[in-house]
């Protein structure tokens, strides 16, 4: 929450406090913010140092997983195990440094860099050990970040382990990170390995299997990261990220689901209404804007379906896009009222989390 001194003089002309004990708590506010500049790096605030700490970081965690090369592989498994353990080694100390000259986020990203680099390692002991080193789809350690299969099941519960581990020791929400994407590679490979032994590979029965499944994990996905944001809502933010990749594989799997029935369309409809109402509810952004999408596909689908080929198809989309924007309106005029009525029906814990939420965001 940002506070300013007109917010005191406002509150001192309320009759709340007197002008001097504004005086006083202002000076004692600058002050403190004196005694302590470093503390918004510390924080997911966007500033230009925390924007060189996040570019720098993603470029060596990219550089480790999305764009590691086939020339890696010269090595062998038994090179790439060791030269992986070395980074993670390297990760680690540099973590601990950052600890210890109290810079929080270089601390957490060089701990997601060590977590990033467990798949790494893990593939390169298996076909050092020979386990699918032949394998189609599975031969190249790139192939985890794009070719769907069960064989990466066991890279995947090796860095969520040394997620959790990593996550114990330096309580750091950036590890979430990792930990998420792993989650929904999970989503995908898990499903190739769970399938029931009378489908057939490729055919329709698995593709609906695999959407369902996507759907079921990343709801238990969502549903993990509102217990990980209750638990936390007294200290930093860890559910972001399995918020944005739980719903990421909810919704993905959804909308894949399809249907040519008004009914499904509608039902879909009230689902993606269902995430802007818990959006705007637990003051999460993830909900809101999956759920905005989800609205105007099924929107734009059905002016589509039954105004096709005709001279009123533009003029219905036109009129359902300034509907859309009338509704923005009317949303941020009454989100306040709308969602604090909403909010007195609730526990207490959970009222007490969407409090932190709001003053975190300045709301």
């Given amino acids: 929450m940002r506070i300013e001194r007109r917010h005191l003089e406002e509150a001192s002309d309320a009759g709340i406090v007197t002008r001097e004990q504004a005086d006083r708590l202002w000076a004692f506010l600058v002050e403190r913010v004196a005694a302590a500049p470093a503390a918004s790096e510390h924080g997911p605030r966007f500033t230009l140092t925390n924007v060189l700490y996040y570019l720098g970081g993603m470029l ?12 890696w592989e010269g090595f062998g498994g038994l090179g790439v195990f060791f030269i992986a353990l070395l980074y993670i080694g ?21 701990a997601a860099l060590a977590v990033v680099l467990v798949p790494l390692a893990v593939w390169g002991l298996q076909h050092a050990l020979g386990l699918w080193a032949d394998a189609k789809g599975a031969e190249h350690y790139r192939q985890y970040h794009y070719v769907i299969d069960w064989r990466w099941v066991t890279l995947e519960l090796a860095t969520l382990l040394a997620g959790v581990l990593m996550l114990y020791r330096w309580q750091a929400p950036f590890l979430l990170m990792p930990v998420a994407v ?11 390995l769970l399938l029931p032994p009378d489908v057939k590979p490729w055919s329709e029965s698995e593709w609906l299997f695999r959407k369902w499944f996507s759907v079921a994990f990343g709801l238990v996905t969502v549903l993990v990261a509102f217990w990980v944001d209750l638990r936390s809502r007294r200290t930093l933010d860890y559910a972001f990220w399995l918020y944005l990749f739980g719903l990421l594989a ?11 029935r008004l009914a499904g369309k509608l039902v879909y409809l009230a689902i993606n209404l269902g995430l802007v109402l818990i959006g705007a509810v637990l ?23 039954y105004f096709k080929e005709s001279w009123l198809f533009p003029i219905a ?17 009454n989100e306040t009222r709308f969602a604090r009525g ?19 965001l300045g709301r």
Avoid: K
Avoid at 94 to 103: I, K, N, P, S
Avoid at 254 to 260: A, H, K, M, V
């Fill in 60 to 71: 060596a965690i990219g550089a480790m997983s999305l764009f590691m090369t086939l020339g």
């Fill in 90 to 110: 390297v990760a680690l100390l540099l973590a601990r440094r950052f600890e210890r000259q109290g810079l929080a986020i270089p601390m957490g990203i060089m």
């Fill in 182 to 192: 792993t989650l929904w590679y999970m989503s995908m490979d898990l499903a190739l």
């Fill in 250 to 260: 909810f919704w993905g799997g959804l909308s894949s689901l399809g249907s040519d």
């Fill in 283 to 305: 003051v999460r952004r993830a909900f809101t804007v999956f759920g905005a999408i989800g609205v105007a596909t099924v929107l734009a689908d059905i002016s589509w379906r």
């Fill in 317 to 333: 989309l036109t009129a359902i896009g300034l509907a859309v924007v009338y509704l923005g309106i009317w949303w941020n005029r």
């Fill in 342 to 360: 909403l909010q007195a029906l609730l526990p207490a814990d959970l009222r007490e989390l969407i409090a932190s939420r709001r003053a975190s």
